[in-house]
């Protein structure tokens, strides 16, 4: 991009569904200049969430559309997350993603038992994985990192 000022005009429209109901919906569309050229911007989210609140999956994407003078591009994310709360002390989430930029895959899985109100334990592991390249189709994915972390987090009152 040419080093210079910019300015941003976005407009955007919304749609959704009441966060009470067991399946919701959102859709937002974000559009206007950017740099020197046009970005549409998509986000959509479907969730589901069961009756006794205990289990929650949803997929989410989003989708750039950009427009330039120095050339066009379309970057898109997507993700999946599940959530099972055993009971309100012990939660378990899982949120995996991909995007096309840097052709990865993460994974985000944590544990929160919470002891007491203001002291949790959090057992948390992060694995990526890269896309090898060998071909258009090739659908192959390489394990690229993996992080397990505990943390305990402990509410000191007077």
């Known amino acids: 991009m040419p ?17 009470h109901r067991w399946w919701q919906f959102e859709t937002t569309t974000w559009f206007g200049s950017f740099y020197n050229g046009r970005l549409l911007q998509q986000e ?15 997929l989410a994407s989003e989708q750039n559309f950009g427009t330039l003078k120095e050339g066009t591009f379309v970057q898109r994310l997507m993700q999946f997350n599940l959530v099972h709360a055993f009971n309100p002390n012990l939660v378990w989430s899982n949120f995996l993603q991909y995007d096309t930029e840097s052709h990865n895959v993460g994974n985000n899985m944590r544990l929160r038992w919470t002891l007491k109100p203001g002291n949790d334990l959090f057992i948390v592991w ?4 890269q896309r090898l390249l060998l071909s258009r189709s090739d659908l192959n994915v390489i394990p690229d990192k993996d992080v397990l972390a505990v943390k305990l987090r402990w509410t000191f009152k007077r």
């Open 44 to 58: 959509n989210a479907l969730r589901f969430t069961d009756r006794k609140g205990r289990w929650q999956a949803g």
């Open 126 to 129: 992060n694995r990526g994985w």
């Open 3 to 19: 080093v210079g000022g910019y300015n941003f005009t976005r407009f955007r429209g919304e749609f959704e569904t009441s966060s």
